[in-house]
């Protein structure tokens, strides 16, 4: 606000030359009439053409006050604008009322200093803060939720931890009681000795157990869907849909674009959701006519318009933030590369290499 205050020292000029008109436009009309008034007595042309100057001088100036107060006007108009887009800047989910407020204390200040502002600007302005706030309390929710979904992510990650060590016990526990079910049948020539009974039932138990298990461990489902593309190695259009559990789901991106491609890939969408498997399936189901590889579906590559993959999400999961462009900047650089700049460039990578 400070910044907008000082600006009206920078305008002083202008709205001198705008007294300055007043005045003078003021204090010259008595004395035109007098002299209009001598001209017609003596009919003195020179006088005549000294009496036309000085209304021309007038209008002259009166041409530079209308011009300067438009200025001061745009001016000022244009300095309240980056005031309140500096105030938006600073919002958060719980400063709305106080933002509004130092915005209508400027409009406020605007008046006092003689430059008021329209109501349809007032209106337009206070608009724009409030679609501006609603923006930051949906990323601010949106960081909440991925925030959680990390939690729970670590969670599970825990549990599912938990679950591989018993699975690993119960495994063994069943490999100790087939072992021992076998020795016992050969030892006693009969299946159906009390010794090899209760072995079996234990045996039975051990593998319930282990089944249950193993479907617990299937039931962590919260992650990260991605939508990543690499137009240098697949072409437009191309991209490839899948989820991760890792709680830096980067890595996974990371990883896929590591040695198997000669490009990174690109971020289109990072999803995170307490049911990423659902939303996959979801995705690869109405997406499923575009598959690249008609003969392997796990590849999960599809050639589609990113807008048909943004619809799909938004109908199962609500409002997504997405990249429409890629930046592929690896690629980019590289058909934009001239010969020269390639040979520079493969000078400095080669003494590096060398060094390594």
Known sequence: MMEFFAAFVILSPILSICLFIAWYKASNS???QRMRADVSDRDNVDLRRKVADMEYDVQALEGLAKSSKAITQEVAVRLLKDSVKHLSSKLTPQNFTTTKS????????????????????QTEILNELKKDYEEVVRKDFAKQEQLRIREKIREEQREEAERFRELDRLGKQEQTLELALQRAINRLKDEHAEEVERLREQLREAQERLQRAKSQA????????????????????????????????????????????????????????????????????????AQVNKVNPRKEFFRV??????????KNQGRVDYVAEPEALEYRNSINMTKEDEEFVGAVMGEFDQEN
Do not use: W
Not at 270 to 279: K, R, T
Not at 305 to 313: A, P, S, W
């Open 30 to 32: 008595a004395a035109k």
């Open 102 to 121: 130092k915005t209508l204390s400027l409009f406020e200040y605007c008046e006092k200093k003689g430059v008021p502002v329209e109501k349809t600007l």
């Open 218 to 289: 299937e039931l962590t489902k919260a992650g990260y869907v991605y939508v990543i593309s690499n137009i240098g190695s697949f072409g437009e259009n191309v991209y490839k849909v899948g989820m991760t559990r890792r709680l830096e789901p980067m890595d996974r991106v990371r990883e896929l674009g590591d040695a198997s491609v000669p490009f990174p890939f690109d971020v289109h969408m990072m999803i995170s959701c307490e049911d990423a498997p659902a939303l996959e399936n979801a995705l690869h189901k109405e997406i499923r006519h």
């Open 305 to 314: 318009e990113l807008n048909e993959i943004v619809r799909i999400v938004q």
